[in-house]
């Protein structure tokens, strides 16, 4: 098929590349000129494992390519997917601008008949509003060309995202027209080899909140967990143990279970707040989403508490080497980033910040970190460790996983480790004399 990808940011990206690998010829849209420039060179804005080669390699077989004009690619093409921002807007609802932006110009320019799917993460009403859009600007040139729109959200997690999209659990298409279900089905049938079970079909409202329900309730897990990582200080219990004790039962799951310094990212965040906006339009409060949020709030700011509670408020004069920006292991991505509130509560107090991430320093120190004092940003993890006063983990790239501790207590002024990711043994730090701080259980 001929696929139009409109926005090429990470959903758009990855989507417009794996379609191309199963055979679609794909053209990724932008209008961000230098972006483009760079892309039709392989040049990928995004740091995404595996990605790099799959975009040049469908470069050379012309089956990937980029442009930055819609209008001129909308001919001949049989699926447009819509796949710009959609930025969180002052009130914390989605904003749909660049979507309906698209949209309108979808109707000014398409000649032959479409399928308009929406791919970013858009509140329920929005293929309704997208439809209204493209019809509005077809009457206005009296053209009569058949068009439906399909949502198709889009699951998959960064720094493991091309695997997600070409093997995905399920893929999920709302459309209220058979033809649109039936070329969306073929679509995707390459994906499913054994089973089409997994492309599950639905109307389109429906499909619109699946995609806030999953995030919001994967939310809602971690932020369990936080909640019940504090409880477990105070009552001299152990978190890790208490996860396996519960991630045993089948109907709980091990997964998304694991307490750390709160959940951050492009998507949890932004999606807890718009389908709370969304219910409160409606009428409703939204009383456990809500807390969702605010257990997330107050967790960024557990390994800082700890810091202070042991240094006094006042930390001038001392030196933490942080391990890990980005907001998860990975990715260079810091959007909401625990490190970044931790790292600006630690520097407002007065502290020095001896950074290291594997992938995230560029974003940190021109973008996110960019206005903070104090930071010195290190090329390799023990460098940074020379001289702090303690070290903090912030994400668990596999590369912390197991350090040389001998080496760690070596270059660190004192042992002290504060763990917000609760990756190492405890025991075993007690056993080197480290003091060892992590999330859920007591010091
Ligand atoms: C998420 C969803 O998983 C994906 O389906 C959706 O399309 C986009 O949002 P992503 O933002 O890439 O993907 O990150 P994910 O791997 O889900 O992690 C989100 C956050 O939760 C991270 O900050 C991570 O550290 C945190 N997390 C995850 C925990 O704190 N504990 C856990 O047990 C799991």
Same mark, same amino acid.
Do not use: I, M, R
């Given at each position: 098929m001929n696929l139009t990808v409109i926005g090429t940011g990470y959903v758009g990206l990855v989507s417009g590349t794996c379609f191309a690998e199963m055979g679609n010829t794909v053209t990724c849209i932008d209008v961000d000129e230098n972006k483009i420039k760079g892309l039709k060179k392989g040049i990928i804005p995004i740091y995404e494992p595996g990605l790099e080669p799959m975009v040049k390699r469908n470069i050379e077989n012309n089956t990937l390519l980029f442009s930055t004009s819609l209008k001129d690619n909308l001919?001949?093409?049989?699926v447009a997917f819509i796949a710009v921002g959609t930025p969180m807007g002052e009130d914390g609802s989605a904003d749909l601008k660049y979507v309906l932006q698209v949209a309108k110009e979808i109707g000014e320019h398409m000649s032959t008949p479409l399928i308009v799917v %929406?791919?970013?993460? +858009?509140? +329920?009403g929005t293929a309704d509003k997208v439809r209204e859009t493209i019809a509005k600007e077809l009457k206005k040139r009296n053209a009569d060309i058949e068009f439906h729109v399909v949502s198709n959200p889009e699951f998959l997690k960064e720094g493991d995202a091309i695997n997600d999209f070409l093997k995905p659990d399920r893929v999920v298409v709302g459309s209220d027209d058979d033809s649109a279900t039936k070329i969306m089905r073929n679509l995707y049938s390459p994906f499913f080899r054994s089973s089409m079970d997994r492309l599950i079909t639905m109307d389109v409202r429906s499909a619109e909140m699946t995609k806030y329900v999953a995030n919001a309730m994967l939310a809602t897990k971690i932020s369990f967990m936080n909640e019940v990582a504090n409880i477990c200080e105070l009552v001299d219990a152990d978190v890790n143990k208490v996860r396996i004790g519960i991630g045993s039962d089948s109907r709980i799951g091990?997964? &998304?279970i694991y307490p750390g310094s709160g959940y951050g990212g492009s998507c949890f965040p932004k999606d807890v707040k718009a389908l709370k906006r969304t219910a409160e339009e409606h009428g409703y409060t939204p009383e456990l989403i809500k807390a969702v949020e605010d257990v997330n709030d107050r967790q960024k700011f557990v390994i800082a508490k700890k810091v202070t509670e042991k240094y006094g408020e006042d930390l001038s004069g001392l030196t933490f080497a942080v391990w890990g920006l980005s &907001?998860?292991?990975?990715?260079?991505d810091m959007r909401e980033a625990p490190a970044i509130y931790i790292i600006k509560e630690l520097t407002k107090r007065g502290a020095k910040i001896n950074a290291y991430d594997p992938k995230a320093m560029d974003e940190a120190q021109? &973008?996110?970190?960019? %206005? +903070?004092?104090?930071i010195t940003y290190f090329t390799a993890k023990y460098a940074?460790?020379?001289?702090? %006063?303690a070290m903090i983990l912030l994400t668990e790239w596999k590369e912390f996983r197991a350090p040389d501790f001998g080496e760690l207590k070596k270059l660190?002024?004192?042992? +002290?480790i504060f763990d917000g990711r609760n990756q190492y043994d405890h025991d075993k730090l007690k056993s080197m004399e480290f003091e060892y701080y992590q999330i859920g259980k007591k010091s």
């Open positions: 001919n001949q093409c049989d %929406d791919k970013s993460t +858009v509140p +329920v091990y997964s &998304f &907001f998860k292991p990975g990715t260079d021109h &973008f996110y970190l960019k %206005d +903070v004092p104090n940074a460790l020379e001289n702090a %006063d660190l002024k004192s042992a +002290v």
